[in-house]
């Protein structure tokens, strides 16, 4: 595959991150490609130096990098990834934190996101409207379907993460996702056979 995937393990790495502007400007970065510090901060309303520093946080902890053409303050910075993975049972206790910390960071800017697109949804082209979609629906799943249907929506991403960025037509568009029990299991629930003779109980 030709996206790069990175899945930040450390605690120093996540708090890298969990910053409103540096995620936003890692973010930027995605959606319209490499830019100067001063480029990045004009368009998030930050002061070049101010921009200046957090990009260079971001590049210590290897979430962004400088990109070809430019030199000295007009050296562009571009993303070094295409998809971030935060979270896991195999997190120390530090970094869980901290990946939870930036976990609400990015609910908060999915849901800002949600609600900018409804507010501005009649500007767009007829097209626009019609291929956009929300969706929310209910289904009843062992632990192995769960995991199953993501694996499935991922191989589904594959192809798109590999097309190139910013092609004639194109343009960036959020895909947010939740796969999550609503409930912890009961002992009234049935047991899973699947699951082996303990079930899915901890």
């Known amino acids: 595959m030709s996206f790069k995937v990175r899945r ?3 605690a120093t790495e996540l708090r890298a991150l969990a910053h409103p502007t540096r995620l936003a400007l890692v973010e930027l970065l995605e959606e319209e490609g490499p830019l100067t510090a001063t480029q990045a901060g004009e368009r998030l309303g930050e002061s070049p130096a101010n921009a200046s520093f957090h990009l260079r946080t971001l590049a210590r902890y290897g979430y962004v990098e400088e990109a070809a053409g430019g030199h000295g303050r007009q050296r562009p910075w571009q993303v070094t990834h295409t998809w971030t993975r935060i979270g896991g049972d195999d997190l120390g206790p530090e ?4 990946a939870d910390a930036l976990l609400e960071l990015i609910r908060d800017r999915d849901l800002r996101r949600l609600r ?3 507010r501005t ?3 767009y082209p007829k097209q626009w409207r019609d291929a956009a979609h929300e969706m929310r629906l209910l289904l009843h ?4 379907e769960l995991a199953e249907l993501y694996e499935a929506i991922e191989s589904a991403l ?3 993460l590999e097309k190139e960025d910013r092609r004639p037509g194109t343009l960036p568009v959020s895909i947010g996702m939740h ?7 009961s002992d009234a629930d049935p047991v899973d056979p699947a699951a082996g003779p303990e079930g899915d109980r901890p």
């Open 121 to 123: 949804r009649e500007d």
């Open 158 to 160: 594959a192809p798109y």
């Open 179 to 185: 796969l999550v029990p609503t409930r912890l299991p």
């Open 95 to 98: 970094a869980e934190l901290a």
């Open 8 to 10: 930040p393990t450390s």
């Open 141 to 144: 799943l062992t632990a192995a």
């Open 116 to 118: 900018d697109y409804g």
